[in-house]
């Protein structure tokens, strides 16, 4: 069950009443040590926030989801459908224990401006009631079926101590788009904008750790929407009412990187990771950078090949690589998250 929002009208723009934000922390590390510790509010790099938001959940993929979230350090807030709540606590209950917001979309999906005012209150009280009953949390924020909405539904919702949350940018991928489709219409995120997601569909999986890196090259990260004001702000655990540690991954550890060595056509990368034995470590290389030589940890790349992970192996906290530079001699790879387990 998607959105498929209709298409977007003057005067449905015009009820946007919030505007979300997401982070995407992005750490450049010269010739020097920088030791990065991700928390959900240590983005010293970011010159705004968007809002990364996944409607229609939980769904059967969702652990496949907060995985990817995971993964690439991110928090993210889910707009969860009453009914597939009761259907699987634990899937909404595993969102929260991640470190996401959790908020309210209707029970089951319905066209809620054909409803009575009463309809519509009963509607989103058993949403929320379901919702804090499996995670222990209520949620702040509504977000309308197809963003179809009007006074009488604001009202209903704002009485139940909800802000009403559209969407700046549509993702599209509902309607089929492809993971660079998907990547394009993210990157025309602006500091304290939304985008419109879903849990369940592949490519919007495959899609986010390209999406993090395009928000990292502009300095741009993942954050949480206030329900104050419906904007994006960093992710200091404020409205939402979701645990604001530990930080995507479980717990919190600490990366330090340096370039030992540097040639005139490539460098090493040295990081060592204090805090745990057992952690994963993201790190974004710039293209058309690419690492060639890797040793003392499990690694793998995304699809894009510029987004690796790299987890302990037995060989120590210590890992390193070799990057071949490829004509780009100034950038240096970017801890984007340190988590354990």
Known sequence: MFDKPRPPTASRRLNHTARLAVLAAAVAMGGVAVTVTPTPSSAAAC????????????????????????????????F????????????????????MWVGNHSWNHAHMTSMSQAQMQSDLSQTSNAIQSATGTRPQLFRPPYGETNSTLQSVASSLGMRQVIWDVDSQDWNGASVSQIVSAASRLQNGQIILMHDGIQNTRDAIAQIMANLSSRNLCPGMISPSTGRAVAPDGGGGGNPTTPPPGGGSCTATATTPNVWSDRYNTSVTVSGASNWTVVV??????????????????????????VRSN??????????????NSSARPQIRSCATG
């Open 314 to 327: 037995g060989s120590g906290n210590t890992f390193g690589f070799t990057t071949m530079m490829n004509g």
């Open 47 to 78: 010159n705004g926030y968007v809002g990364l938001t996944f409607d229609d959940g939980p769904t059967g993929s969702t652990s496949a989801l907060l995985n990817v979230l995971r993964n690439n350090g991110v928090r993210a807030t889910m």
């Open 80 to 99: 969860n459908v009453g009914q597939n709540v009761q259907n699987n606590r634990s899937a909404a209950q595993a969102q929260v224990s991640a470190g």
């Open 284 to 309: 974004g290389i710039t293209p058309p950078q690419k690492v060639s030589t890797t040793w003392n940890g499990s690694f793998s790349w995304d699809s894009s090949g510029n987004l690796m992970t």
